[in-house]
């Protein structure tokens, strides 16, 4: 394992999550760059062609950062969102490249005819 955490705090508003690695590298991930690349099969799918475009999680925020042996943490969404396993390396990779994952997601949205904002319940 080559990026080794040595701290993880979430932000007050529950939409950032700051991670630390021992190499002095810090990054700080939207939650909704975290929601939508999860590496969750529900998100990624089972291979490169199956990955899903998810709509609406502009103002998802994270309710629980678990722990997962020593390798990793699984983020509860509240959007109830929970089966995604982030390793070490893959939060360092959003972090480091969060702006061009975020804008491909936003590309994608807007091909499909998706919004980032919440559907709204009347």
């Known amino acids: 394992m080559s990026a080794w955490p ?17 190499d002095g590298t810090a990054v700080a991930i939207a939650a909704e760059l975290l929601r939508v690349e999860s590496p969750s099969a529900e998100v990624q799918g089972h291979g490169p062609t199956q990955k899903k475009t998810i709509p609406g999680k502009r103002e998802v925020e994270i309710l629980k950062v678990e722990p997962v042996g020593h390798y990793a943490v699984k983020l509860t969404f ?13 939060l360092r990779e959003l972090g480091e490249t969060g ?14 005819g998706l919004s980032r904002d919440p559907t709204r319940r009347r």
């Open 78 to 90: 509240d959007d109830m969102h929970d089966t995604g396993i982030f390793g070490w390396d893959y």
């Open 99 to 112: 702006e061009t994952k975020l804008q491909a997601y936003f590309d994608a949205l807007e091909a499909q």
């Open 6 to 22: 040595t701290e993880l705090r979430l932000s007050k508003d529950r939409r950032t999550l700051h991670v630390a690695f021992e």
